[in-house]
């Protein structure tokens, strides 16, 4: 089993910035894709970015030029930085582990943009 724990979401105005982070822990292999999906209210989850432990990255278009994801493989723990917020990007955020065989999810985290 692996747990994620996401932080970092809230309430922010249009343009401004936030930063998610997602630390995940138990049976973690080293192999492993993380990142994040979100979900807007009626809407279908949707890709927002992810990265693999060996640093190939893949990221929705409509978050290209303003989210960059990183991560730490020491830590386990996985970073969206959102710049440029729009009202759009409003959803609950969540974080994503997979590896080989497995994909478990975090509970989620709620991003509001608005003013």
């Known amino acids: 089993q692996v747990q994620l724990v996401e932080s970092g979401g809230g309430l922010v105005q249009p343009g401004g910035s936030l930063r998610l982070s997602c630390a995940a822990s138990?049976?973690?292999?080293?192999?492993?894709?993380m990142g994040w999906y979100r979900q807007a209210p009626g809407k279908e989850r949707e890709l927002v970015a992810t990265?693999?432990?060996?640093?190939?990255?893949n990221s929705a278009d409509s978050v290209k030029g303003r989210f960059t994801t990183s991560r730490d493989n020491a830590k386990n723990t996985v970073y969206l930085q959102m710049n440029s917020l729009k009202p759009e990007d409003t959803a609950v955020y969540y974080c994503?582990?997979?590896?080989?065989?497995?994909?478990?999810w975090g509970q989620g985290t709620q991003v509001t943009v608005s003013s």
């Open positions: 990265l693999t432990s060996g640093g190939s990255t």
């Open positions: 138990g049976s973690v292999f080293s192999g492993n894709t």
């Open positions: 994503n582990y997979r590896d080989y065989s497995r994909s478990y």
